[in-house]
């Protein structure tokens, strides 16, 4: 019963880093005003992930398309992971680095927002959507750990966990993700 405690204390620890990093709050805000802005022009944000990262991918994806707090329109949000069939045979006729690069050629335009959640910041895939990314003229937030990976060089935001424990980091992945989805909720619709 002490590990069990000794996690709790652990989160909870995590999260006061989070509310107490004022930097973090400022990437946040900006995020958030891309994502408005990217909604309000018509446009869409997009995420991508994989394992744990994937479904929060696709948990903060159905918050925007379909509501977070309050009855609304949907807003234009996706996953890149939902569609196994374009996934596996990606993978299978190219390789699994290029599945969401290719998804961001046919789907990203210029002002849309890439959302790529990786827990250390290095992985192949999401790194090759966000140079995709770049050249279509989407704005990238990286949702990474501590350090940033080499995701940092590539994000127009990154908002950055500062932890290395991936339990951790995926916790505060989905606090932040959640907190987007309230603030980016209420500017459009308060």
């Not at 707090?69 to 006729?93: G, I, M, Q």
């Not at 990154?158 to 959640?178: A, F, K, M």
């Amino acid at each position: 019963m002490t590990r069990i405690n000794d996690v709790f204390a652990e989160s909870a620890a995590n999260a006061e880093k989070l509310r107490r990093n004022v930097e973090l709050h400022s990437c946040m805000g900006k995020a958030v005003e891309a994502m408005i802005t990217a909604f309000r022009s018509g446009g869409r944000v997009l995420f991508c992930g994989n394992g744990g990262s994937a479904a929060d991918a696709q948990h903060l994806a159905a918050e925007f398309s379909g509501r977070f707090y309050f009855d609304r329109p949907p807003l234009d949000s996706e996953a890149l992971h939902v569609n196994t069939s374009f996934l596996t045979a990606v993978a299978n006729d190219y390789d699994y680095n290029v599945t969401y690069a290719r998804l961001v050629l046919a789907k990203g335009r210029p002002g849309d927002v890439l959302v790529g959640i990786t827990t250390s910041g290095n992985s192949k895939n999401i790194l090759a959507a966000f140079e995709k990314a770049k050249e279509v003229g989407m704005v990238t937030v990286g949702m990474t750990g501590e350090g940033g990976g080499k995701l940092k060089g590539l994000s127009d935001i990154l908002l950055e966990v500062p932890s290395n424990d991936t339990p951790r980091i995926q916790e505060g992945h989905i606090l932040i993700g959640h907190i987007l989805c309230e603030l980016v909720e209420k500017g459009l619709f308060a």
